[in-house]
């Protein structure tokens, strides 16, 4: 069965604290995984977009890496801005359907 | 170009009453997912729809219906509505085989 884990289920950092979240997933052909930020009450917010193992994405103080289990968000010396929830979907080639994960709850202190 | 949008923002029914949502995806995007948020559940998965056909089904009782017009844009539907219905209704379009786009979504309060 198709499965996205994500961990922790929350993270408290102190700015300026790097730390990484974990994207894992079982999935019968994987055509793409994605990571979003949500904030209360609003739709998520896409982020990126990795393809295949061995691909890295940089955004700001965010990077992504895929291998061929998980994805990890690196987050490098976060600010209190960073604070959201982030989550991480994928999309297999079956019925092309996406699959989330439920959500790191990332809450950086000042 | 526009980002989707979804209308209302803001929904206040009482159980047994229906509801239509409505979604407008970002030009060009022939696929429309509905999510369903609440806060214990994450994101649930309710269906999506591609050039008018459902392709993809959540667990959602029967209650919870959607369709997808000929410009794309998605209607969704909540009949006999329960308590439980409460929650966010996220809206995502998307180009085939690329990334999701959602909207800000309809929060809807079940009295």
């Known amino acids: 069965e198709d499965q996205v884990t994500q961990s922790p289920e929350a993270l408290r950092l102190q700015e300026g604290e790097s730390s990484s979240l974990n994207c894992s997933y079982t999935?019968?052909?994987?055509?793409?995984l994605f990571w979003y930020r949500q904030d209360p009450g609003k739709g998520p917010e896409f982020l990126f977009t990795?393809?295949?193992a061995g691909e890295e994405k940089e955004k700001e103080r965010l990077k992504a890496t895929l291998t061929k289990k998980e994805s990890f968000l690196h987050i490098t010396a976060p600010k209190p801005e960073d604070s959201a929830t982030y989550l991480c979907?994928?999309?297999?080639?079956?019925?092309?359907?996406?699959?989330f994960g439920s959500g790191t709850k990332l809450n950086v202190k000042p | 170009k526009a980002g989707v949008t979804q209308t209302p923002r803001y929904l206040i029914k009482t159980r047994g009453q229906q509801v239509t949502l409505s979604c407008s995806p970002i030009?060009?995007?022939?696929?429309v997912s509905w999510y369903q948020q609440t806060p214990g559940q994450g994101l649930q998965f309710l269906f999506e729809?591609?050039?008018?056909?459902?392709?993809n089904k959540g667990n959602f009782p029967g209650r919870f219906s959607g369709r997808q017009f000929s410009n794309s844009r998605s209607e969704m539907n909540v009949s006999t509505l329960e308590l439980g219905d409460s929650a966010l209704y996220l809206c995502?379009?998307?180009?085939?085989?690329?990334?999701?786009?959602f909207g800000p979504g309809t929060r809807l309060t079940v009295l």
């Open positions: 030009s060009g995007h022939r696929s």
């Open positions: 999935v019968s052909g994987l055509r793409g």
């Open positions: 995502a379009s998307s180009s085939e085989g690329n990334e999701q786009f």
């Open positions: 979907a994928v999309l297999v080639y079956n019925f092309n359907k996406f699959y």
């Open positions: 990795l393809y295949s």
């Open positions: 729809y591609f050039s008018e056909t459902q392709r």
